[in-house]
């Protein structure tokens, strides 16, 4: 991980919270504490083709808790596609793993903000399924 990378930190961040909130080891406030790294108009096209808005994403993630235990998220091949004062769009590829034998990866495209204070927050977000 680059901690100096605010894009990248949040990246780690995020996705151990939702290994936890997957894997069922997440306390009470985890849904609430993972949708407020969302930006209001936030929009998630999924590898289905599917589009979430987020108020969808915080139905699929209450929805996800504790559904997949010994869920494994790594994030690899983190990159800048382009940054400006007040965000970037980064890109990265996910690989998922859970106890019940799902495996998948993703190629994944974020569009992030950066607010005057450091705080990053999502504003979209393309995953597509891919090969290892």
């Not at 995020?14 to 993972?34: C, M, T, W």
């Not at 808005?53 to 990159?79: C, K, V, W, Y």
């Not at 859970?98 to 393309?126: C, E, F, I, P, Y």
Request: hydrophobic share 40%.
């Amino acid at each position: 991980m680059n901690n100096s990378n605010p894009y990248f930190k949040e990246l780690d961040d995020i996705h151990v919270e939702i290994q936890a909130l997957f894997d069922g080891s997440a306390d009470e406030g985890a849904v609430q504490r993972i949708m407020a790294r969302f930006a209001p108009q936030f929009t998630l096209v999924m590898p289905s083709g599917n589009l979430l808005d987020h108020a969808a994403l915080g139905e699929t993630f209450t929805r996800l808790r504790g559904a997949r235990p010994g869920s494994q998220i790594n994030i690899r091949e983190m990159e800048i596609v382009a940054e400006h004062a007040s965000g970037a769009v980064v890109k990265y590829r996910e690989y998922q793993r859970d106890d019940t034998g799902n495996a998948n990866v993703r190629r994944s495209t974020a569009v992030m903000d950066l607010n005057a204070q450091g705080k990053v927050s999502w504003r979209h977000l393309q995953e597509t399924f891919c090969t290892e």
